[in-house]
């Protein structure tokens, strides 16, 4: 059996939230959110990542993928260190590299239509431009993700939480990324639908060999 790939290695990860303003400085008081995380992420693998709220999941999620600035540590992604990267470089990385959040509402922009908020990272990135090829591509990610395609031009505030949290995750996957990080992605959401949401993520990482770190404060 083939071994499998390494895609992402956290070394020694730190994120500090300094007390006062400016840039944290050693020394300084502040908030320890994420000290010292090393962990590896192989191809196709699911890593939970469990514990009490509010002690620091999301911030490490979050630094992971660069919507936080670490304050010290690495990131290796592919190889590649992605604290290293500038802003247009994130930018490409980020078609390989997706987050699902918490609240599947505040989310998603409420004066977009379901189609726009899905089609808008396909043009963002040059895959597509607006034409007949990309309203199949949406429509046809909406059917997989469990939403008939002839919602896609409702608002977000006119589906249901499960619904709404199906919508993020067939965003998450529009660029048809190979890690993706699941922040309580299930923890809004009645028990009855939470399962359906699991399966549909299984069912997606079993088709594309997507890796999770998936986050939650309940162990079940």
């Known amino acids: 059996m083939a071994e499998k790939r390494k895609i992402l290695e956290v070394k020694n990860l730190k994120k500090y939230f300094p007390l006062k303003k400016g840039k944290y400085k050693e020394g300084d008081p502040c908030v320890k959110a994420v000290d010292d995380i090393t962990f590896d992420l192989y191809e196709g693998e699911t890593l939970g990542l469990v514990g009490e709220s509010g002690c620091g999941k999301s911030t490490l999620g ?18 590649e260190d992605v604290a290293k990267k500038s802003r247009k470089e994130m930018r490409a990385l980020r078609e390989e590299m997706q987050f699902i959040f918490q609240d599947p509402y505040s989310s998603l922009n409420p004066r977009m239509t379901v189609f726009n908020i899905l089609a808008e990272p396909l043009i963002a990135h040059g895959k597509f431009k607006r034409g007949p090829e990309l309203d199949a591509y949406v429509k046809n990610l909406m059917d997989r993700c469990g939403l008939p395609s002839y919602y896609c031009y409702r608002y977000p505030h006119q589906f249901s939480g499960g619904q709404r949290q199906r919508i993020g995750i067939a965003r998450s996957l529009a660029l048809d990324p190979s890690f993706i990080i699941c922040d309580e992605p299930v923890s809004a959401l009645d028990v009855s639908i939470q399962s359906q949401i699991i399966n549909l993520m299984k069912d997606m990482q079993e088709e594309k060999n997507i890796s999770y770190i998936f986050i939650s404060h309940d162990l079940s």
């Not at 979050?62 to 190889?79: A, K, M, Q, W």
């Open 62 to 79: 979050r630094t992971i993928i660069r919507l936080y600035e670490p304050t010290s540590g690495e990131v290796i992604f592919e190889g």
